[in-house]
Structure formats: structure tokens, C-alpha cells
């Protein structure tokens, strides 16, 4: 049975991710409306379902027509696109822009450099509603990749932004494929910094066990991604949802001595605790 925990710093909710929750919890306590989430507002079950609890439900682009001025709308962390906001405001509802300020920043380098004719090329994932939200900001002309991979662009000039939860990896590959291609090109690094502190602890913890547990959501980028980067360096990667997916061999194999252990930044605290005070319980046995 393992003797040591260690858990990664910066683990867990992000600034963004905590303020539009606490935005809609608030709302819904001072509010006599009923509050709506555009999609899950984090890509989290568990807070997902805590929300629902509280009376806070999703609306999405399909059932706007059950909207009235009645209502508040939140607009979670990840932003949508001009057109998508102004169909949510045409309902006639109260809207709460919650979108994070590191996404709001790509929208305005986004929109500024599609005004000035650069081709907008982002790398993320296509289907996140990150990149889809930053991608209407350039009437939905963007380039969407995740690694460069295949890339040909003939546009004379570029501009490139990053989803705020891409690793830095994949950023640094299509900036090189597309300099190759291309006669001027900017950059601009918007991965943010939270998603840079958690990958580089996550990393670096990794290194240093023998079992690494990544807590959060399979439905979360960048949870999905600090699994990934955890993965290359600790063989003995595992991603649980909650403490009750804890499998029960790391409690029975001799040969684990250290574990360790990070969040997502849609990972809420008591998910996190919940893991903790279990494998504690262990260790104090």
C-alpha cells in the first residue's frame, strides 16, 4: 500500500470556471426568475447536477423559444459567438455575460485581425464551444487544428490564437507548419495561465510517483489534456470522475509507494476532498 500523497498545486476550479458558477448561484439566490445556463456551464457532471439541485437548468440553442423576459440566461465560461448572443437576447430575457476574460481576449484578437483581412487559424478542438463561440467572432471563417497536422494555408497573412486549454505543444507546431507557409503571420499565446500552471505541476508531479490520479470530467478539454500530459510520464495514469471510481488494486499493490494527484479546472473542491479524505483514510490505517 502506497506511504506517500502528493497532490499538484493549482488543482482544481479556475478563476473563470469558479466565477461563472458563482455567478449563477448568486443570481438564482437574489432572483425571483428562473436562471438558465447556455450548455452545462462546465463541463462537470457533478457541478452540472449540484446546479440542477439549486434549481439552475440548461437552455441551449434549440430551445431558446421556451425563453421569456422572465428569465436569466448565463453565459457560461467558454463565450459564444455575436450571433449566437444576439438570438439569446432577441428572447427577450435577462443575459449575463459570465464568458471568461482570457476567451473574451481572443474574441477581440480574433474580430480585430479578421477586420484587417488576416486568415484567423485556431488551434483547439473544432467541437468545443470555446473555439466555436471564438470561431463566430470571424463569421466562422477560421482554420480550426489541433497539431498542424495536414495544414495548407495560402493565405498571405495569419493571425493564430490558441484555445485557452490547448497545451502549449500543439500551439508551437502549427506556428511552425504555418511559417513555413506563410509571409506574415501573428501570434498570439492564449492559452491561459491557469491551464499553464496546472499542466507544468501536473507534469512535474507525474514525474515523481508511482500511480497519478487526474480527478474531473471525461467530457472536460482540459482535464482530458492534464491526462494526456500525466500519461507520458507515469505509466500508472488514471482518470477518475469522483472519489468512488478510486479502483481498489492502488490499495493493494506492494510496489506503490508515492501518489499523486491533480484536478481539472472544472473540477469542484468537494469532488477534490472527496478523493482526498479517501485515500487519506488509508494512509492513517
Not at 471525461?218 to 479502483?247: A, M, Q, V, W
Amino acid at each position: 500500500m502506497f506511504k506517500e500523497l502528493i497532490v499538484a498545486e493549482n488543482a482544481g476550479f479556475c478563476f473563470g470556471v469558479k466565477r461563472a458558477v458563482d455567478t449563477s448561484t448568486d443570481y438564482k439566490e437574489k432572483s425571483k426568475s428562473d436562471i438558465y445556463t447556455f450548455g452545462p456551464l462546465v463541463h462537470n457532471k457533478n457541478v452540472v447536477d449540484h446546479l440542477r439541485q439549486k434549481g439552475i437548468n440548461e437552455v441551449d440553442i434549440n430551445n431558446l423559444d421556451k425563453l421569456n423576459d422572465k428569465d436569466t440566461v448565463i453565459i457560461r465560461s467558454h463565450g459564444v459567438s455575436p450571433q449566437v448572443m444576439e438570438q439569446i437576447k432577441n428572447t427577450g430575457a435577462e443575459v449575463v455575460d459570465a464568458t471568461c476574460p482570457y476567451v473574451l481576449a481572443i474574441h477581440k484578437r480574433v474580430k480585430k485581425y479578421y477586420e484587417q483581412g488576416y486568415q484567423i487559424v485556431i488551434v483547439g478542438d473544432k467541437n468545443h464551444p470555446e473555439v466555436v463561440g471564438s470561431n463566430g467572432w470571424c463569421d466562422n471563417t477560421a482554420i480550426i487544428t489541433k497539431d498542424g497536422e495536414g495544414l495548407v494555408i495560402s493565405a498571405p497573412k495569419v493571425c493564430i490564437v490558441a484555445q485557452t486549454t490547448e497545451k502549449k505543444a500543439n500551439f508551437e507546431k502549427v506556428i511552425e507548419v504555418v511559417s513555413k507557409q506563410c509571409k506574415e503571420v501573428v501570434t498570439f499565446n492564449t492559452i491561459c495561465s491557469a491551464t499553464k500552471e496546472r499542466q507544468t505541476s501536473a507534469e512535474d508531479t507525474a514525474k515523481t510517483v508511482d500511480v497519478m490520479i487526474v480527478v474531473g470530467s471525461r467530457s472536460s478539454s482540459n482535464t482530458t489534456k492534464l491526462y494526456e500530459i500525466c500519461s507520458k510520464h507515469c505509466e500508472n495514469t488514471i482518470f477518475i470522475d469522483n472519489g468512488s471510481e478510486i479502483p481498489k488494486w492502488l490499495f493493494e499493490s506492494e510496489n506503490i509507494k508515492k501518489v499523486g494527484i491533480t484536478a481539472g479546472a472544472s473540477t469542484p473542491d468537494w469532488i477534490i476532498q472527496d478523493v482526498l479524505e479517501k485515500l487519506r483514510g488509508y494512509l492513517e490505517k
